[in-house]
C-alpha cells in the first residue's frame, strides 16, 4: 500500500527558532517525487519544496530544506528563522506515474503555529 | 500571472441542484486533476484528465462528471448534490513531464 504517515499533528515554535516537520512513507515506487505543501488560513494549497527521488542532493528553498533519506522512506522538512506567516497546515506528498494519472498520496498533515 | 483559477469560491446549494464548479489554468498544462479535502481523510483524487477529451476517474468519482472540451478548462459538475457532497474542492493542473501540480484557490461547498 501507498502511503504516508505524519507522526506529529500539532507543532508550535517560537518566531525565528528552527522547527523540522516529520514525514515518513511507504512505496514500492521507484520513481517518484515528494513534496511538502503548505495551506494557511486561506486554505490555498502552496507548493513549499519538491525532491525527485533519484536525487540525493536534498533541496533547499531559502529558509526550507529537506533531509531526504530514501533507505528510510523519510522526508523531514526543516523550517529554519520561522516567521509569523509560516503558521499553516502542512501536508507530505508523493507523487508517481499511474498510467495517465500522476497519483498524489497525501499524509494528513501537521498544524504548524509560529509564536510571537 | 500564472494561475489556476476556481469559481465560485464559495457555494450553499440544496440537495439535488445541478452545480457546476469552473476551473481554469493559464499555464499550457496538459494535466488537470480535482480534489475534495475532508477533515481525517486529507485530501483525495476525484477526476483527472491527461489532455483534451481524455478523462478518467480518481478514487472517490461517484456523484461527479467532468469534461476536458479545451486544454485550459476543465470544469466539476455535480447532477444531483447531496450532503456528503459538503467538502472543500481544489483544482490542480501541472505539465506532463513535471512532478508538482499547481493549485487553484479551493471552492468551499455545502449542501442542504
Known amino acids: 500500500a501507498q502511503t504516508v504517515t505524519q507522526s506529529q499533528p500539532e507543532m508550535s515554535v517560537q518566531e525565528a527558532e528552527t522547527v523540522t516537520l516529520s514525514c515518513t512513507y511507504d512505496?514500492?515506487?521507484?520513481?517518484?517525487?515528494l513534496f511538502w505543501y503548505k495551506q494557511p488560513p486561506s486554505r490555498q494549497m502552496i507548493l513549499v519544496i519538491r525532491?525527485?527521488?533519484?536525487k540525493q542532493q536534498n533541496a533547499t528553498e531559502n529558509r526550507f530544506s529537506v533531509n531526504f533519506q530514501k533507505a528510510a522512506k523519510s522526508f523531514s522538512l526543516k523550517i529554519s528563522d520561522s516567521q509569523l506567516g509560516d503558521t499553516a497546515m502542512y501536508f507530505c506528498?508523493?507523487?508517481?506515474?499511474?498510467?495517465?494519472?500522476?497519483?498524489?498520496?497525501w499524509g494528513l498533515g501537521t498544524s504548524l503555529a509560529v509564536n510571537p | 500571472e500564472a494561475q489556476v483559477t476556481q469559481n465560485p469560491r464559495y457555494l450553499i446549494t440544496v440537495t439535488g441542484k445541478k452545480l457546476t464548479v469552473t476551473c481554469s489554468q493559464n499555464?499550457?498544462?496538459?494535466?488537470m486533476s480535482w480534489y475534495r479535502q475532508d477533515p481525517g481523510l486529507g485530501l483525495r483524487q476525484i477526476y483527472y484528465?491527461?489532455?483534451?477529451?481524455?478523462?478518467d476517474k480518481g478514487d472517490v468519482p461517484e456523484g461527479y462528471k467532468v469534461s476536458r472540451k479545451e486544454k485550459r478548462n476543465f470544469p466539476l459538475i455535480l447532477e444531483s448534490p447531496s450532503p456528503n457532497q459538503t467538502s472543500l474542492y481544489f483544482c490542480?493542473?501541472?505539465?506532463?513531464?513535471?512532478?508538482?501540480?499547481?493549485f487553484g484557490p479551493g471552492t468551499r461547498l455545502t449542501v442542504l
Open positions: 490542480a493542473s501541472s505539465l506532463r513531464t513535471s512532478g508538482e501540480q499547481f
Open positions: 499555464m499550457n498544462h496538459e494535466y
Open positions: 484528465s491527461m489532455n483534451v477529451e481524455v478523462t
Open positions: 512505496t514500492s515506487e521507484n520513481n517518484y517525487y
Open positions: 525532491q525527485e527521488a533519484y
Open positions: 506528498a508523493f507523487m508517481f506515474n499511474a498510467g495517465n494519472n500522476r497519483k498524489l498520496i
